[in-house]
């Protein structure tokens, strides 16, 4: 993709910036820690910051507070799925991040994986289906296990992994009960990594290690939770070169813009697997893409500025 020019740190300094956050997804609480976050650095930096926690009146607020540029702080549902990108091309406000078409896929993972197989990135095989009679009627012919997710939903909510088939009845039942597909994958076994990406250039990889089975919502947010981050991930150069590339791969494949932080799987033989991309990776003061970028040099109101800069309208 043509990437579109930069807005001058000059103009955005004269420019009114809303950070969008809140919202009515079930990741609120974490969006409204990011917006906090980005709003607190961007003031700091001598930015005009307006937040807007994000309702059903967000149109009419954009407008009567004359937001030039549009920071999304946003997770999950109308915040990441393409919902709120649509109605700032509509109201011609540029935003941070990805675009409609970028973040609708990114936000499904039946249809990423699509993405991923038609550009020959590998991806766990998996099976995906509309209903939880389908899903029993015909299970998968990979091995056990299996790991069956709902195709819409993030923070870990709603999988299961299945190592007996016993288990796949409740785990579909469980699964179905959420928006979008059942997604079935074969669980690989291996180490945990995430790959961030800035601008179409990959920024690094973390090593994620849960003291949980895998890493659930408790190992992602509960305190003291006992998961561990390491950053540059402790893993071999080769292996580390090879996320790099393939979540610089997976971004372009998308089509994303701004940020973006891959899910992989590093097997012990060396392969390795893209679980999913994320179009808006956290922006806490724990969360791992400032992580990952701090480890770079790239300083929290850095990483908000890189992102403001990149700030454009895509449709
Ligand atoms: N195919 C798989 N093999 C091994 N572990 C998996 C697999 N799929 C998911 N997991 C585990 O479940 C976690 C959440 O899955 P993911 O697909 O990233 O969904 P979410 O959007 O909820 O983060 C992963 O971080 C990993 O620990
Ligand atoms: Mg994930």
Redesign the pocket.
């Known amino acids: 993709m043509n990437a579109p020019s930069k807005i001058p740190l000059e103009q955005l300094k004269r420019s009114r910036i809303g950070v969008l956050m809140g919202g009515l997804s079930s990741e609120r609480e974490v969006s409204l820690r990011t917006g906090a976050a980005v709003a607190k650095a961007l003031r700091e930096g001598g930015y005009t910051v307006v937040e807007l926690d994000v309702g059903k009146d967000v149109a009419t607020r954009l407008t009567a507070e004359k937001i030039d540029v549009a920071f999304i702080a946003l997770h999950g549902r109308y915040g990441e799925d393409g919902s709120i990108q649509g109605l700032l091309e509509s109201l011609f406000i540029p935003y941070t991040g990805s675009g409609v078409l970028a973040s609708a896929v990114g936000m499904e ?1 039946v249809f990423t994986k699509q993405v991923f197989v038609a550009h020959g990135l590998p991806t ?1 095989p998996s099976k995906a289906y509309a209903t939880a009679a389908q899903a029993l009627a015909s299970p998968p012919d990979f091995p056990l296990p299996w ?1 069956v ?1 709902p195709s819409r ?5 709603g ?1 299961h ?1 299945c190592k007996t088939k016993d288990a796949y009845a409740p785990a579909v039942e469980d699964a179905a009960k959420y928006a979008g597909l059942i997604l079935v ?6 180490r ?1 990594v995430q790959g961030a990406v800035l601008d179409d250039e990959a920024l690094g990889v973390i090593e ?1 290690v ?1 003291a949980r089975e ?3 919502y408790q190992a992602k947010y509960g305190a003291g939770s006992g998961t561990q981050y390491l950053f540059p991930a402790p893993i071999p150069p080769e292996a580390y070169e090879k996320v790099n590339q393939v979540c610089l791969a997976a971004h372009r494949a998308l089509g994303c813009s701004g940020a973006s932080r891959s ?1 992989v ?1 590093l097997a012990p033989d060396g392969q390795v ?1 893209l ?2 991309l ?1 179009t808006l990776p956290g922006m806490t003061a724990t969360s791992l893409l400032p992580k990952i970028a701090q480890g770079r040099g790239i300083s929290f109101l850095n990483l908000c500025e890189r992102l403001l800069e990149g700030a454009s309208l895509k449709s």
């Open positions: 993972k766990p790991v997710k939903e993030g923070s870990s909510v999988i992994i994958e074969q669980f690989i076994k291996g945990e994620i849960p895998f890493y659930d899910d799987i697997y679980l999913e994320n």
